[in-house]
């Protein structure tokens, strides 16, 4: 079955409201195994709405269309869809009755116009709106389906996760399964390069990469009858690719990031984190502590973002300070040290370097950054020279040290425990 | 002139990824006074994008296209323009000589598909990409205009809002000048309620409010033949709004955000900052980072996210973390002034709370902040109840605790000035 998505009103037409509804929709549709080739947005009007209604039917057999369905004159979802099945809108009495009683009840007035609201397509099947005033409704014919939802996204979300799903569920017998595998180090054309033949020859399941803030995923996605016979189809696929991929690049399955690994590794091994951060600025901990579970984990990180809070906060000695400057391994070496001993932890990760524009002197340019790891088994430093030239390196180099440092991390926390 | 906004890639169909691209494109042409009656979504597939292009262009005149240039074979959106308008990819051998260069300099591997990115239309209007590999370009031909962005909103947003504005500019006889009110600690909904009469009346210049990440931005646009006429058109509208908000909740003009306020405002009054982050976790320190010019005025800040690390780290006494807890206003008090005196700066800020969705307690809830200020003047502690009982409430808490800690620290650098 085809479907597409058709998204009606004016303040989305305007880019006044970001249509998250269209994501939603297509996110639930995807999972149900229902393919979807078109979205549409159209403002509030009754001429081009029955032309896109039309065209989408044409082309598809189910069209989910949200917006248009409240009181206002200008709301006209219902009238043009009934009119395209052969339909009338009859009064929905015991709507009616259940809207009035609404509106005792909070004591609000019943404007005429909302009584628009209980008139429904003859013979459809109504969905209840527990979070607003305006039901949704399916209509079915001749092997079309149109489904209509209200627009404010906390009205249509549970009628989407609710009846509307066990609606199309019903008509359809194939569910997808996803397994989404984690890369760090590469860079989304040579993965292509690599996987290409997957990426293109496979059919069920499918392949696709996604580059992310410095990282990579790669998605693959079963159509089958059930969940179990999904994942017998990703399996081999997954193997193939951990074949093609066997330096530690893919650092973890089903992650949303490196930074959620972070957290869920370092839970599992029973290992601690504090950093230190220069350059990074608390964007380290800060994405780490994007995750529920990151209390179990980091203990602080002290964003020495001065040379003076460097020595004053994490003891950074000022002869290191004179003799090699913030920007060296000696530097990075001596954070990352004093942040996991100062903080008790039991891995320690420095940043210090030039996120430009300024900053660079003769010897450190731009791009030049030190990150260190720190255990009770010693210290790694790694150098980056991480500019592009680009007018956005100095989040760029920001973000890639980011994701360096945790990858370094992850790496320590593995050897750690296998000591 | 009339126009469509076609946006391609899978993943946009899937709903793995929301549309704000749509909505940006939409914003910028109406600004310029451009009609928009269309929005679509297709996948990654030539036959479905040929069509929806022709169907595009005869219903509109201008369409702008986002995604669909990259290095992948996939990537088919110059093609399929190019074709509509007879017009072949011809190798733009500067953009090449340009591309090697990149990836020389970050010692990457260049790809062959990588070279698909220079091969342009001919006699196209080459679009530069600061912020990635893969150019834009315009073509023009009988009437007929097709605007090609890259799809990651990172290199579209400066594209559309830099050469395309010029490019669409010229297409008009008017100029667009605008200026922006930086408003917090009002809802737009409350902001409507009380500047209604000018969004909805006033057409030149126009009123419209634009959510940020909790804060608000009014930006007021003129259309007039220049930008001194513009502006004389705008005064007086900024100055009614400004007689309407009149107890600090305009915190400046022009600014992207209240943290490159705080790097500006600082900076003027030549103070320090200090932060101590718990529930926040470096949020604070790296917004502020964001903005060059940061040095200036950010000492540091030692996110202290454990009891031990608050401790150890910033010395708050293990008394008051025993007597009272880490949630609570002596804490924040301490640590507001701990960071201060540790790191030498003139102000010092601490966040501490509970973000959820656990961690809460009987008597302490989750979305209980406490935010402290601390100058040689004296400490402020303001309690705050931050949650709404919603999915994101973890993401939201912190977000508005960073805010408003930005606000509060404007205000004492503003006061520690008039002293």
Do not use: W
């Not at 009683?101 to 397509?121: L, V, W």
């Not at 030049?368 to 956005?392: C, F, N, P, W």
């Amino acid at each position: 079955m085809n479907a597409e998505i058709l998204c009606v009103g004016t303040e989305l037409l305007l880019g006044d409201v970001v249509n998250t509804n269209a994501a939603e929709v297509a996110k639930e549709l995807a999972a149900l195994g229902i393919n979807v080739y078109h979205h549409e947005v159209v403002g509030d009007n009754p001429k081009r709405l029955k032309e896109s209604l039309e065209l989408s039917f044409k082309r598809a057999d189910l069209v989910i269309l949200t917006g248009g369905l409240g009181p206002t004159y200008d709301d006209l979802t219902k009238e043009t869809v009934a009119a395209y099945f052969g339909k009338e809108l009859v009064m929905d009495e015991e709507y009616l009755k259940l809207l009035k009683g609404f509106f005792e009840k909070s004591k609000r007035k019943m404007t005429d116009n909302n009584i628009k609201q209980a008139m429904m397509p003859e013979d459809c099947l109504v969905l209840e709106n527990p979070m607003g005033t305006a039901p949704g409704c399916i209509l079915e014919k001749d092997g079309k389906i149109a489904i209509m939802m209200p627009g404010p996204p906390r009205e249509m979300l549970p009628m989407l996760q609710g009846p509307v799903r066990e609606f199309l569920k019903s008509k359809s017998d194939c569910i997808l399964t996803s397994r989404v595998l984690n890369v760090y180090g590469i860079g989304e054309s040579s993965i292509e390069a690599e996987l290409k033949d997957i990426m293109v020859n496979y059919k069920n399941p499918t392949l696709a990469p996604y580059a992310k803030t410095g990282e990579c995923q790669l998605r693959i996605t079963a159509r089958a009858k059930t969940e179990e016979e999904g994942m017998r189809l990703i399996e081999p696929v997954k193997k193939e690719i951990l074949q093609r991929f066997p330096n530690g690049e893919i650092y973890g399955e089903n992650y949303e990031s490196l930074f959620e690994a972070i957290v869920d590794c370092l839970c599992e091994n029973n290992h601690t984190l504090a950093c230190a951060e220069s350059l990074t600025g608390g964007l380290i901990s800060s994405r780490i502590v994007d995750y529920p579970g990151a209390s179990k984990v980091l203990m602080g990180s002290a964003v020495v973002y001065s040379n003076e809070a460097k020595n004053k906060l994490l003891g950074v000695s000022e002869d290191t300070l004179k003799k090699f400057g913030a920007v060296s391994k000696e530097c990075a070496a001596e954070m990352a040290e004093n942040a996991r001993k100062i903080m008790g932890a039991d891995i320690g990760l420095s940043t210090t370097g030039i996120a430009g524009p300024s900053g660079a002197t003769d010897k450190k340019p731009v791009g030049l950054v030190y990150i260190a790891v720190s255990t009770e088994k010693g210290t790694a430093v790694e150098q980056l020279h991480l500019a592009r030239g680009r007018k956005d390196d100095r989040e760029m180099i920001r973000n890639a040290s980011c994701c360096k440092g945790a990858f370094m991390v992850l790496k320590a926390s593995k050897q750690l425990k296998s000591f």
